[in-house]
């Protein structure tokens, strides 16, 4: 089934040690979007590929990076973890800009900070 | 992009029953779109409702749209366990618009 990946399920880091989230799809989706989601609040995006285009939003931290190296494949680089960071990563992809059958979401990553 | 505003912030209903849930939302749409978290999941996409339409189907699934009053209702039949889950909606401005921003949803609890 084409699907949207994300791994690992469940990542646990130290404080200041950088980690890396993945995504893939087989959905040869055009966009690539990563949010973040604390405990009971709503999923935040932190910013979006456009194919190879990168696309950040104003208030994402610098903390926070990300690499699109092919269709299938994004990932979000965390460069220094706080304790602030832990959340549910999710990854998403759509077909275009404005598609009408919407987003497809991974299960996410849930990050730890120790 | 717009942020749609759901409500209740939670709602328990026994199976069997029907749950309603409200969004509304401040500018002009092309679309609308609910969401399905389960806990500690990813989204599903459930529904799209177009700007010019005022009711769609899906299954249990009835969505609503009044766009004099911006306002959506997602309303699941006959609520079964497996419901249980936190419904978002996402109000798009169409074609160029690249995000879809989310509110904190509403929390379905459905008790067999």
């Known amino acids: 089934d084409a699907m949207v990946i994300q791994n690992p399920r469940y990542q646990v880091t130290q404080f200041g040690k950088p980690v890396t989230l993945s995504c893939s799809q087989t959905l040869n989706h055009n966009v690539m979007y990563w949010y973040q989601q604390k405990s009971s609040q709503a999923p935040k995006l932190l910013f979006h590929y456009y194919d190879k285009d990168f696309n950040n939003e104003a208030d994402t931290p610098d903390n926070f990076q990300s690499r699109r190296p092919n269709t299938s494949f994004c990932f979000l680089d965390i460069r220094s973890p706080g304790l602030g960071d832990a959340a549910m990563y999710l990854c998403?992809?759509?077909?275009?800009?404005?598609?009408?059958?919407?987003?497809?979401f991974g299960s996410g990553t849930r990050l730890t900070v120790v | 992009s717009q942020q749609g505003e759901e409500d209740p912030q939670a709602l328990s209903i026994q199976e069997g029953e029907n749950a309603t849930m409200n969004c509304s939302y401040k500018?002009?749409?092309?679309?609308l779109q609910w969401y399905r978290q389960n806990s500690g999941r990813g989204l599903v996409h459930l529904i799209l409702i177009r700007s010019n339409e005022r009711e769609k189907h899906s299954g249990r699934l009835r969505v609503t749209l009044d766009t004099s009053k911006k306002s959506s209702s997602l309303l699941i039949t006959a609520s079964r366990a497996a419901d249980t889950a936190s419904y978002f909606c996402?109000?798009?401005?169409?074609?160029?618009?690249?995000?879809?921003?989310f509110g904190k949803g509403t929390k379905l609890s459905v008790i067999p």
């Open positions: 996402a109000p798009s401005e169409g074609a160029g618009s690249y995000q879809l921003t």
């Open positions: 500018t002009s749409i092309n679309n």
């Open positions: 998403a992809t759509s077909r275009d800009y404005g598609a009408r059958d919407g987003y497809t």
